[in-house]
């Protein structure tokens, strides 16, 4: 490839960065919490492994909540997609 493709449309790159962030994003989120609430599966959960899951449920929706408006001032100041990005 002889490298216009990644010039040619600015605005699709940017997207791509957006959507590549999020994905990592996504993936550490998942690594830091993978199996840390509950020793083994069973029919119930104890009160400390129910504890454990509303709190990592609510960092995990304020951190993305806290990216994807990051995300966005990021989309404002450089202009573009700020409308496609807004829910």
Do not use: W, Y
């Amino acid at each position: 490839m002889n490298g216009q493709g990644a010039t040619a449309d600015p605005q699709l790159q940017q997207f791509i960065e957006i959507e590549t962030q999020k994905q990592r994003f996504q993936q550490l989120v998942h690594q830091m919490t993978e199996d840390t609430c509950m020793d083994k599966p069973g029919p119930k959960l104890d009160s400390r492994s129910e504890t454990c899951f509303v709190n990592c449920v609510e960092r995990f929706i304020d951190t993305s909540q806290f990216i994807l408006n990051r995300l966005e001032q990021t989309q404002r100041s450089r202009g573009g997609f700020s409308d496609s990005m807004s829910e």
